[in-house]
């Protein structure tokens, strides 16, 4: 019986590390759409577009810049819970794209419209990450079963040797 309750103390503890994959996993693909967020908001409440900050500059750009910060605090957390690797697809993709926005119209001079640009790399991203979507629905489906194989396999066990110790005495 003692054996019973240390495995099912280990399939609690392999349950907490399969939840802690999964919320990581999530924060790391929130933390690929944090660098649109002020695109988001300025499409869902259109005036945010013009307010501005107290040294002049917009509120938008200032959504975008935190965004970024907090993008890449959100993206170590994952890291530290060991999201799923394909996850990371998401800032990664966000926070390249962003560069090469800005260095095109900051050092080469483009005139980008970034409500269009910002739109287009959303699209770009959302597209592949379905897939990633996807895969990571499967891993998990994957980590459910195989932790429901093993502790089976364990009850079996244990429950074979208490059958064999019941026939010793």
Request: glycine fraction near 6%; proline fraction near 2%.
């Amino acid at each position: 019986m003692a054996g019973t309750q240390q495995q099912l103390h280990l399939q609690e503890g392999k349950t907490k590390l399969t939840f802690w994959k999964i919320f990581s996993s999530i924060l790391v693909i929130i933390s690929g759409f944090l660098p649109f967020l002020d695109n988001i908001l300025v499409f869902l409440f259109p005036d945010l577009a013009l307010f501005k900050d107290r040294i002049g500059g917009f509120v938008r750009n200032d959504i975008w810049l935190l965004s970024l910060y907090i993008s890449t605090i959100i993206v170590i957390i994952g890291r530290f819970g060991k999201a799923y690797n394909l996850t990371y697809y998401f800032p990664l993709f966000a926070t390249t794209y962003s560069v090469v926005m800005y260095i095109l119209m900051m050092f080469f001079g483009y005139n980008i419209d970034i409500e269009w640009a910002q739109r287009l790399g959303l699209v770009i991203m959302i597209t592949p990450g379905m897939y990633v979507i996807y895969r990571l629905i499967n891993y998990i489906k994957k980590l459910q079963l195989k932790d429901e194989i093993q502790f089976k396999a364990i009850e079996r066990i244990v429950e074979k040797a208490q059958n064999e110790n019941e026939k010793e005495k």
